[in-house]
Structure formats: structure tokens, C-alpha cells
């Protein structure tokens, strides 16, 4: 499977399981790396590998403290999936809307005609 | 579940998708809507365009085509071939986004209810059968993840 872009698409990076996993221990809030290496139960360079796809498409944030790396979540950076959701929900909305639209136009066509249903 | 004039879209399984939506009006309505081209050609581009080809060849075998011009004049066109038809109940086909020619969703459309009322369910499967290339791959990612990551990101920037 094609994994070249992981780098550079939000949606491809957070395809993969274990960065979702990441995602979701990160929701909880900031983390150092030794904690996501406990909660994943990967060996450090996988999970080092994994944050810097999810830093490289901007999922997530580090900072320094002291000897510390610390990891967050960025909200901002994972908006396009957010909006694609609703993009598709919304799209689907207005589609069956205006289905229901021309629906009671149609229901009410039958009942001028003095046809009843069934 | 009453009917609040909103689409609802879950995912019950890996690869699909579901939409499913209320309706006051029997279902043999929701049907000649769905299968009849004068009447898809005015609800299915919804708010966001006008369809310029609607055709329907409704029998097991036969072919679909949609074409819809959006307001910025970009052509959205889909086609496919229909499975299986059961009048008033249901209809399955097959579904081609043009422009990803090489991703089919299978698309099982159901008509339930009695006493005027009608659930439309609108269940989309991608990669049944199909060979997962890169690029379904990247479909199936793409929507699974995206609703997966809903709550979760709604979430994570509610405390922003």
C-alpha cells in the first residue's frame, strides 16, 4: 500500500492505527514521549517514527521542558477531517432536503388528485 | 427515531457508510422519486448545483449516469450499473465517482415504514470485492478516520 504521502496529508497520517492511538492518549492532554511508549507498548523508534509523521502534518505540537520532550494535540491541524465530516453530512442533508421537498409536492399532486396512498 | 429533517450519517462497519433519513410520505413516493429521472433531476444536486444528465435504466443490469454543474461550473459526474430492484423496498447498485474512475462503492438503498411515514437508509460500501489500490485505499482511510475522528477531535478543540 502507498504510503508516501503520510507526510503530507492529515487524513493519510491518521490512517495508520497506532498514530490514531497516539491522537487519542493526546486528547486526554500534553504528554512526554515515555508516557506514549508505556500507553503503545512500542519500542521507543517506532513511536518516535509515528510523532514525526503526526508533527510533520501538524497533528501534534512538541515542546521542551527541561529534559522532557512534551507532545499535544492540535486541534487546528486535524479541522480539515472535522470539516470533511461535515462537508458530507451537510451535502447529504441538503440532497434528502430537497428530496423531501419535491416529496410532499408529489404527496400533495396524489391527494388533489383524490387518490389516497396504498 | 422521529423525523427531524436532517440526514444522519454513522458508520456500522469498517468501509461503509451509512445515511438514513425520516420522511412523511409513503414509501412507494420515496421510490418514484429516487428511480424516476424527472424527479431526481430536482432534488439530487441538492443545494449546490443543477443536473445537466440524469439517466436511468432501471432493471438488473441496466446503467445510471448523473451529471450535476456546480455554481462555480465544475462538472460532478457518477454513474454505475444496478444490481438489484425491488420495487417500493429496495435498490442496489454500483457507484463511480468520475473523477476517481478506479474507487466503486456498492450503494444499497432501503424504502421501510408504513402509515405514510418512510426510512430511507443509504448504505455505501467501498472496496467490496474491489482490489484495494492506493487510491481506494486512500477513499476508505479517508472516510473511515474522518468519521472516527469526529468526536474525538470535537472534543480535543472544545477545550480550546
Excluded at chain 1, 49 to 54: A, G, I, P, Q
Excluded at chain 1, 80 to 98: A, C, F, K, N, T
Excluded at chain 2, 18 to 30: A, K, M, N
Aim: proline share 4%; glycine share 10%.
Amino acid at each position: 500500500m502507498a504510503r508516501a504521502a503520510t507526510t503530507t496529508d492529515v487524513f493519510n497520517a491518521v490512517a495508520e492505527p497506532r498514530r490514531r492511538q497516539i491522537l487519542d492518549v493526546l486528547t486526554d492532554g500534553e504528554r512526554p514521549v515515555n508516557d506514549l511508549v508505556r500507553v503503545l507498548g512500542l519500542p521507543q523508534p517506532q513511536v518516535s517514527k509515528h510523532l514525526r509523521v503526526l508533527r510533520a502534518v501538524g497533528a501534534v505540537e512538541v515542546r521542551d521542558r527541561g529534559r522532557q520532550r512534551l507532545y499535544r494535540l492540535n486541534g487546528r491541524a486535524l479541522k480539515p477531517i472535522h470539516d470533511w465530516v461535515r462537508h458530507y453530512e451537510r451535502s447529504w442533508s441538503e440532497r434528502l432536503g430537497q428530496l423531501d421537498v419535491v416529496l410532499q409536492e408529489l404527496q400533495h399532486q396524489q391527494e388533489g388528485d383524490g387518490g389516497g396512498d396504498e | 427515531m422521529t423525523s427531524d429533517g436532517t440526514a444522519k450519517v454513522t458508520l456500522p462497519a469498517d468501509e461503509q457508510i451509512l445515511i438514513t433519513r425520516e420522511f412523511d410520505v409513503p414509501r412507494h413516493l420515496v421510490y418514484r422519486a429516487w428511480t424516476t429521472p424527472e424527479l431526481v433531476r430536482r432534488w439530487w444536486s441538492g443545494e449546490r448545483g443543477e443536473m445537466t444528465t440524469v439517466e436511468i435504466d432501471l432493471r438488473v443490469g441496466g446503467r445510471w449516469r448523473y451529471v450535476m454543474v456546480t455554481e462555480g461550473g465544475g462538472e460532478v459526474a457518477f454513474h454505475g450499473e444496478y444490481r438489484e430492484i425491488i420495487p417500493d423496498e429496495r435498490i442496489v447498485y454500483t457507484e463511480v465517482f468520475e473523477g476517481t474512475p478506479d474507487v466503486q462503492a456498492l450503494t444499497a438503498v432501503t424504502f421501510t415504514g408504513a402509515a405514510g411515514q418512510t426510512t430511507l437508509a443509504i448504505l455505501i460500501r467501498y472496496g467490496g470485492g474491489q482490489e484495494r489500490d492506493a487510491h481506494s485505499a486512500y477513499m476508505q482511510d479517508g472516510l473511515e478516520e474522518a468519521l472516527d475522528l469526529l468526536g474525538r477531535t470535537a472534543k480535543a478543540l472544545a477545550r480550546r
